[in-house]
């Protein structure tokens, strides 16, 4: 667990071991085009298998593309480990930054826990300025676009956006993860260092209910403009008319919480 946090919050890390993991499957997996994405598969993988999920890459990438209304040009390439040890994230991991390889790697596709579009929709979105909107666009599209198919990367009681804003809710409940949550809410800094996966499961839970209100009452296009600018808070409050805390507020009393 140490190890994994280490690798998602360092930058220079991150793109040494991907860079790495990228060399050691380009000499071992199998390669395969589709429309959109180049997959490199395990090589014990028959050409019926990997022309599947090739083809429901290519659908992940149309589906993140429809959901942001934003084209990604470059063909993505997604690199299937078969290990656990190297953890589905894109090139970079939190720190990954417009000029970084369109690049995901995914692991947990054999149990179906690969969480393939929520790690699209980070490369079809772009830049970024902050993490809170970032894996919450992420996690919602996932909510939206698969109902009742989250994958265990958020150990969530949730499948769809309702139960989702119910988890958000057990969260803000507890006077032990409150504090926490409205800090996050507070300051949607463009990086957080998380000292254990459940306190990253809090995170995404709170940051997709309330990105899921931020694309409602917003709209996407809207939403996705502040998204990719260096302060999305001001940008949201310039477009809205409306402060951040009034947005916070108004939220919480939407949950209920």
């Not at 395990?42 to 599947?52: L, N, S, T």
């Not at 999920?53 to 993140?64: F, M």
């Not at 694309?215 to 949201?236: D, R, T």
């Amino acid at each position: 667990m140490i190890a994994i946090l280490l690798f998602l919050a360092t930058t220079a890390l991150a793109s040494s071991q991907d860079d790495a993991a990228i060399a050691a499957m380009h000499a071992t997996h199998v390669k395969s085009a589709g429309a959109r994405v180049v997959v490199w598969a395990p090589p014990a993988w028959p050409a019926e298998k990997r022309a599947g999920v090739t083809a429901s890459l290519d659908r992940a990438v149309a589906q993140a593309e429809t959901a942001l209304g934003k084209k990604h040009e470059a063909p993505i390439e997604y690199y299937i480990s078969d290990s656990d040890d190297l953890p589905s994230h894109v090139y970079g991991g939190y720190a990954h930054a417009a000029g970084d390889p369109p690049v995901v790697f995914l692991s947990g596709l054999d149990s179906g826990e690969a969480p393939h579009l929520h790690e699209t929709v980070h490369l079809v979105g772009g830049e970024f300025g902050s993490l809170l909107l970032r894996e919450g666009i992420a996690t919602y599209v996932q909510f939206v676009v698969q109902p009742g198919k989250m994958r265990p990367l958020v150990k969530l009681e949730a499948t769809d956006l309702e139960s989702l804003d119910k988890a958000a809710a057990r969260i803000l409940g507890k006077p032990q993860t409150r504090e926490q949550a409205l800090g996050w809410l507070a300051r949607p800094a463009k990086s957080v260092t998380f000292t254990s996966r459940p306190e990253r499961g809090m995170f995404y839970a709170v940051s997709a209910s309330f990105t899921a209100h931020l694309v409602k009452e917003l709209g996407m296009s809207a939403f996705m403009e502040a998204y990719g600018s260096e302060n999305p808070v001001a940008a949201i409050e310039r477009r809205s008319g409306k402060p951040w805390r009034q947005w916070t507020d108004e939220w919480l009393k939407k949950i209920g919480a």
